[in-house]
């Protein structure tokens, strides 16, 4: 089957999901969920021969740890199905109506956005997570992962069309088989049948996704979030946020990646600070003034300002006044996430004004930017970018909505 | 001055926005307004040298008319620039707030965009509109008009920054004087000074954009339209709503292009719709049903189905049942505004939730579709794509959300 066709299926079906009910989603949602637990077996099979040639084809261990499978991912997967049973659907929803002067009523109506394009890295377990997101806001999916991926996809992707094929136009979820790159290139044309595109995965491939997509994009993930520690932060917590933005899980994109220090708390603060850094193994770059008050640090660069490491390094740089810390910050961040440490109620609002990104904190670890800690139930990525969806994106950010007007004959004059 | 030069000033001017009040954008936008009436002999000085441009290189009656600026149509940009003045300024609005069980205080807190693009025609009045609405909702904007109205353009833009240059950084509107295919090419690729793209115009321009800016676009614009009169319409009502939906202003994208009608209906009403139709000039095309019914008809085409006319042309459908009108609409619609004339309760809600367009009507004309009408005092542009923006564009459609995040020490678990 050419992409075209995938992509006419793909439409059709999401014509029919209007006529889908709440409980009728969550219904293939569990059968989904149960399809996943019964055919674990089948599916660390198809998995395992995606691992042994990847271990032939020599990828990154990171790499390979991502495409591996386990009984307990498997019953992740089926329970992050089952969790979205439990959260509200965002379709359906009426609102802002209002009965204008010459009698129309117009309201907002929340609708799926129609058919969603995914192209990702070799992670089987995002082919369950982006389904079920997807399904439930009512959307149909399109699902490009990578070729290392391919024989795990395909039987995650058989499971669920065997579970629900007599019940629903099992065209809600495809997998493209096809992974050449002529194929993902392909599917970045289909502006007639995909809505939106989403990828996910390292910078290089947003990109190319950015760059070739003819379709609009939500641009997810790149973070090269700061932490700016004020002159009056609170020196333990300043300590305590920064150990936590950088080092309790640092290959996540709401990792904390520099710290900005006032000149006139740095002697107080660096050395605790650094010290507790190192404790959990974090390297040190440091400017000449961070150099003065930790002699054995290593020298930051240019090129460490602009870096996202995702490892346990951090880049650290002594800022004269607030000024400074936002100028660094709005040259270099990717308007992900930025926190300031500071019992300054003045420069603690004017952080918040002036720095652009899509979460800013006061006096908080920016990890927690993330659909769960913010109260979403879950996400289907953090969007970097200003349209549409900004921050981290739950079931809401992959529905759209429609004017509905009632009236009863009403012309223009 | 070259395009990255501009691109890096917008940035740099959209820094400083978020520190300026509401009182002082209106400020800016009245001196704006004088400054138009002021030199409006200038201005029509400037706009004298495009026509004669114009007429010399032969360009269209439509567009001549267009490019063509008079002193009442200078009133109108001024007075534009002060009807802004009375909306609300949708920048600072905070949603959402609320309390996380871990202390956090989260919201959203309503920012401008950043920096807009925005390419267009030879339409002098879009230079002024469009720098207003960009500036009230705390946006830059780099604009890129025709060749053709290029003097025009000049003149408006030197205009304003005289009037405002004293008082704020006069790169908040700039124009890009080059005007070749390079320029704007050059223009769709700043991704790293542009933060959205949005091309008023034709088809093609739009298209040109869309296919190769790797900028997000907002698509506005092409509406192929469609009424369905329903077996139970109030026919003097669907006589009105098809006479103002096509003949009141043909040449705008809310204008509609094809009518349906319900077979049962199309004896009783097709006489009479088309008789009112052609005492409006309207064209009708009909397909083999509709001939029976009006012999002298002209025969419909499958390429009518697909073309927005934009001009006193119509063409019209017999159906059998709102199945076929909704599978039509379905194929053919962009997904503009669609409307439906019945007393069938459940046709009409079925309508409404089948028909995937930004405004979807019952029992009133296509024509509302409009910002204005809508209630939101004006309009940048009518979005037909699904993501960020649907319909009409008011003030808040330019401005995007950050979350904004407080704390007291809080870190991940």
Known sequence: MNISQIGEKAKKASLDMSKISSAQKNEILKLSADALIKNADYILEENKKDIKAAEINGISKVMLERLTLTKKRIEDMADGLLQLTKLDDPVGEISDMKTLPNGLRIGKKRVPIGVIGMIYEARPNVTSDAFGLCFKAGNCVILRGGKEAINSNKAIIKTFKDAFSGIINSDIVQLIEDTSRESSVAMMKMKDYIDVLIPRGGAGLIKTVVENSIIPVIETGVGNCHIYVDETAVIGDAVNIIVNAKAQRPSVCNACETLLVHRDIANKYLPLAVKALREENVEVRGDEKV?????????????????????????????????????????????????????????????????????????????????????????????????????????????????IIYGNGQIRK
């Open 291 to 403: 150099a003065q008050i930790i002699p054995d640090i290593i020298l930051a660069t240019e090129n460490d300002w602009a870096t996202e490491y995702l490892d346990y390094i951090l880049a650290v740089k002594v800022v004269d006044n607030i000024n400074d810390a936002i100028s660094h910050i709005q040259k270099y961040s990717t308007g992900h996430s930025e926190a300031i440490v500071t019992q300054n109620y003045t420069n603690a609002e004017r952080f918040i004004d002036e720095i652009d990104s899509a979460a800013v904190y006061v006096n908080a670890s920016t990890r927690f930017t993330d659909g769960n800690e913010f109260g979403f139930g879950t996400e289907i990525g953090i969007s970097t970018q200003k349209l549409h969806a900004r921050g981290p994106m739950g079931l809401k950010a992959i529905t759209t909505t429609k004017y």
